[in-house]
């Protein structure tokens, strides 16, 4: 008789969309746990953070948050952000709160090609298409340094100054992650994205950390591609891609076009890793809380339930982690899309369609 696994999971829906494609996350691990005969079992605790809770409290979580969602296994995250509180009060007031104090410094940010989906690169339909964007989690451009001053020189007259740091220490480990990564691909290749041409001190101590990694890695294909050439390279040569490291900022900016290119924003998953364990995983969907769609009930849900598909890969269960990916894509295959994918479903008739396919 196999023995149950319980996995203690925080949910933190959110703002906007969140908590309608968290709840449908959470439908497709209820049913696969459901269906595993007592062997799984997800105990789920969910915290009503976000800019609700702003607009209550002043804060955008509890005080003791971090504390609180330290000891789970994993926490599942949906979007936050709305009209009502500035982007930057609570982004940094929550997600990259958690995501910085839990030291998560790697973000796993995979492109999928969906069956059934029409994404602007038809090449998909003759060819699996994925790649897997790796990004910085913890530094670069997002490290927080800087200022602003000379507001009181009078109106036009203040200055902002925003650094981007890069420690030797911080491009290493990302990147060994990356080729460790590419290790467990059909295609051993990392890319490295850099913009070193313009950024003199940074992105060359970042080449050469890459430089220096790769040696160890004679078996992984390298290339260094810049920033700006590279977003070129996902619309032109996408077959050319496995594994794409890059900084904070950059990497954040080319999975959004991936995701776009592969059809959609909803369609992209995100696990935020701390690689060494001592903190628990952040998975949520890429996009942001959608205001203009949300309440709806039309937002696409297969970016998190991608990334619960990656939860459960982190937390030791492969073939379950398979069985919903192949789900998701015989649900798209067979035509059930929510609009941003030009279809007419809704939110729940796609999580409905994944939940029926688990059992394929
Ligand atoms: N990880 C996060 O929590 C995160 C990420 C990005 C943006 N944000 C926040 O979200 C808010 C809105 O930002 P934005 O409009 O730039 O980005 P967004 O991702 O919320 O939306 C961009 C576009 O994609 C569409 N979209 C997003 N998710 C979708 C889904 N699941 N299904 C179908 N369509 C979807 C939206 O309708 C919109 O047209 C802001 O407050 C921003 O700061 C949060």
């Known amino acids: 008789m196999t023995q149950s696994r319980r996995f203690r999971i925080?949910?933190?829906?959110?703002?906007?969309?969140?908590?309608?494609v968290v709840a449908a996350g959470r439908q497709v691990l209820d049913a696969l746990a459901a269906d595993s005969g007592g062997a799984l079992e997800f105990a789920w605790t969910e915290f009503p953070w976000g800019c609700d809770h702003y607009a209550r409290t002043g804060a955008m979580m509890d005080d003791d948050g971090l504390e609180r969602v330290r000891g789970f296994d994993a926490l599942y995250f949906g979007a936050v952000g709305w009209p009502t509180v500035p982007d930057h009060?609570?982004?940094?007031?929550?997600?990259?709160?958690?995501?910085?104090?839990?030291?998560?410094?790697?973000?796993?940010?995979?492109?999928?090609?969906?069956?059934?989906?029409?994404?602007?690169?038809r090449a998909a339909d003759t060819e699996d298409l994925d790649w897997v964007v790796v990004r910085e989690n913890s530094e670069g451009e997002y490290?927080?340094?800087?200022?602003?001053?000379?507001?009181?020189?009078?109106?036009g007259a203040e200055v902002a100054v925003q650094s981007a740091v890069f420690t030797e220490a911080g491009c290493e480990r990302i990147m060994r992650f990356a080729f460790d990564l590419a290790r467990?691909?059909?295609?051993?290749?990392?890319?490295?994205?850099?913009?070193?041409?313009?950024?003199?001190?940074?992105?060359?101590?970042?080449?050469?950390v890459f430089a220096r990694v790769a040696a160890d890695y004679p078996d992984v294909e390298t290339e260094s591609v810049l920033v700006d050439a590279m977003a070129a390279k996902f619309v032109l040569r996408p077959q050319d891609l496995s594994v794409v490291v890059a900084s904070n900022l950059h990497a954040d900016i080319l999975s959004d076009l991936g995701s776009a290119l592969a059809g959609s924003l909803g369609l992209a998953a995100s696990a935020n890793l701390n690689p060494e364990r001592r903190f628990p995983g952040m998975f949520e969907?890429?996009?942001?809380?959608?205001?203009?769609i949300a309440g709806q009930g039309v937002c696409n849900p297969v970016g998190a339930i991608g990334s619960a598909a990656l939860m459960l890969r982190h937390l030791g269960l492969p073939a379950e982690a398979d069985r919903v990916e192949r789900a998701v894509r015989a649900a798209c295959a067979q035509g059930v899309l929510t609009r941003d994918v030009g279809g007419t479903a809704t939110t729940k008739d796609v999580t409905a369609a994944v939940v029926d396919h688990l059992g394929d």
């Open 89 to 121: 009060v609570s982004l940094w007031g929550l997600r990259l709160r958690l995501c910085q104090n839990l030291d998560q410094w790697a973000n796993v940010r995979p492109v999928h090609f969906l069956p059934g989906v029409a994404g602007p690169l």
């Open 285 to 292: 969907p890429v996009h942001g809380s959608a205001p203009d």
């Open 184 to 208: 467990t691909r059909a295609r051993r290749k990392v890319s490295s994205v850099t913009k070193s041409n313009a950024q003199q001190y940074g992105m060359v101590l970042w080449d050469e």
């Open 10 to 20: 925080a949910a933190i829906p959110g703002d906007g969309v969140g908590a309608e």
């Open 143 to 155: 490290g927080g340094f800087g200022g602003r001053n000379f507001s009181g020189r009078g109106p």
